[in-house]
């Protein structure tokens, strides 16, 4: 990148889960990271939103450092750069901000050092940072993102026919991921693991077949994660009932949690989260759409950088 250039990179944040698809599928959902990138001669962060303001504002920056392990695992080194960032995605509540943000790194410094990475070879670094594909994927990729990450490969499938909508309930409070782990089992019966597999694979053709009531069903039906973390989040029997009084054919817990997703048919979204405001006015809660875009990368020129 010359000087006097501008590199924009946006990343779309995502849901993980959604029940039953624990660790392996990811939703891509119109809330953005972005970063607008220029040359300096030092490492330069500079926060626009209030949420990004706690961060540090140098190298050590969880981006640029994502960013220099992937220039460096390809023999390059990251040039110096100043970084505009703003964010739409609420951290630490379950909308993947920290996939958002790996993903973020990876674009930094494929485009900055030229490394003219695919979109596999971007999925498998993401993947293997997060430490699974689904948010990553899904940020990556945009639509729905069912993937798998093995000990020497990494894929995923990616949805984008794709039609309804989603209101997500998100409270005030944090819950780390690492301590919303601490609740799930240590291992599943064998019975149980085949149950719970079984429950996913329908929740996946379900949604692919525009089978909503019955894809609602499977989120209800999770056996994974959902059932042990309902502790942590005391509102969310009662928001599940709500929802789908109010027409919602689907809630699930997004990610670890503690935002709330309610899938609605297309159309409903608004009338949805308007009569859940008035129900529990304690949540803040958004009408969101899925974004099938992805990760982008736009050069100050206004033309789209190449991605493969």
Not at 52 to 70: R, Y
Not at 178 to 197: D, I, M, N, Y
Request: charged share 20%; with cysteine; proline share 4%.
């Amino acid at each position: 990148m010359m000087e006097g250039e501008m590199l924009t990179i946006e990343v779309p944040a995502s849901s993980a889960n959604l029940g039953p698809g624990f660790d392996s599928i990811g939703l891509a959902l119109n809330l953005y990271l972005k970063l607008e990138i220029t040359h300096s001669e030092t490492w330069t962060v500079v926060p626009l939103t209030s949420n990004l303001t706690d961060f540090p504002t140098d190298e050590s920056h969880f981006i640029f450092q994502i960013a220099m392990k992937t220039a460096k695992a390809y023999g390059k080194v990251l040039p110096t750069c100043t970084m505009e960032i703003s964010s739409e995605i609420p951290l630490a509540r379950g909308l993947g901000s920290s996939a958002a943000a790996i993903v973020a790194g990876i674009e930094l410094a494929d485009a900055l050092c030229e490394l003219k990475l695919s979109k596999q070879d971007k999925f498998g670094l993401a993947s293997a940072y997060e430490g699974h594909p689904d948010n990553a994927g899904a940020s990556l990729y945009g639509g729905l993102v069912i993937g798998v990450m093995m000990e020497n490969y990494t894929d995923a499938v990616v949805l984008h026919d794709l039609d309804f909508e989603v209101v997500a309930a998100i409270p005030q409070e944090e819950l780390l991921t690492k301590e919303s782990r601490k609740v799930l089992p240590s291992h599943l019966k064998f019975h149980e693991a085949v149950k719970a597999g079984a429950v996913g694979n329908v929740l996946v053709a379900a949604l692919a077949n525009g089978q909503f009531e019955l894809a609602g069903k499977m989120m209800q039906s999770d056996l994974y994660h959902q059932p042990y973390r309902k502790e942590l989040i005391p509102y969310l029997a009662d928001l599940e009932e709500k929802a789908k009084k109010y027409g919602a054919f689907g809630v699930a817990l997004s990610g670890a949690g503690p935002s709330v997703l309610c899938f609605t048919r297309s159309g409903y979204s608004a009338d949805l989260m308007r009569k859940l405001k008035e129900d529990m006015p304690l949540l803040d809660f958004k009408s969101l759409r899925v974004d099938h875009g992805g990760s982008t990368v736009v050069m100050s020129n206004g033309n789209k950088k190449a991605m493969s």
